[in-house]
Nanobody, 121 residues
Framework: QVQLVESGGGLVQPGGSLRLSCAASGSIRTISNMAWFRRAPEKEREFVAEMPASGSPNYADSVKGRFAISRDKTQPTVYLQMNSLKPEDTAVYYC???????????????WGEGTLVTVSS
């Protein structure tokens, strides 16, 4: 019943920018935190950025200074602003959220299906 849906992926030139969005929907009681992961070609899924319910965001070293995660204050949505994109940023980007639904006492992780970002000339 709970779903995460990403949007905003596509083809962009090196040095360009792209903004990803992830919206949560369904029988949601609480969301503890939201984050972005990615899986580059021939690599395992890796952490990109995390936005806790409170406090400062966390970033992988490879994207610090270039990417910025933010969270809507009124809607269950998280964003990833990607600047100065490099070919090595090419990957499928996945949204993550720790969510407690209306029927459970303990939250569990949810994943979106991913959106493809291709950085190429």
């Amino acid at each position: 019943q709970v779903q995460l849906v990403e949007s905003g992926g596509g083809l962009v030139q090196p040095g360009g920018s792209l903004r990803l969005s992830c919206a949560a929907s369904g029988s949601i009681r609480t969301i503890s935190n939201m984050a972005w992961f990615r899986r580059a070609p021939e690599k395992e899924r890796e952490f990109v950025a995390e936005m806790p319910a409170s406090g400062s965001p966390n970033y992988a070293d490879s994207v610090k200074g270039r990417f910025a995660i933010s969270r809507d204050k009124t809607q269950p949505t998280v964003y990833l602003q990607m600047n100065s994109l490099k070919p090595e940023d090419t990957a499928v980007y996945y949204c993550y959220a720790l969510i407690r639904d209306l029927y459970e006492y303990v939250g569990r992780p949810y994943w979106g299906e991913g959106t493809l970002v291709t950085v190429s000339s």
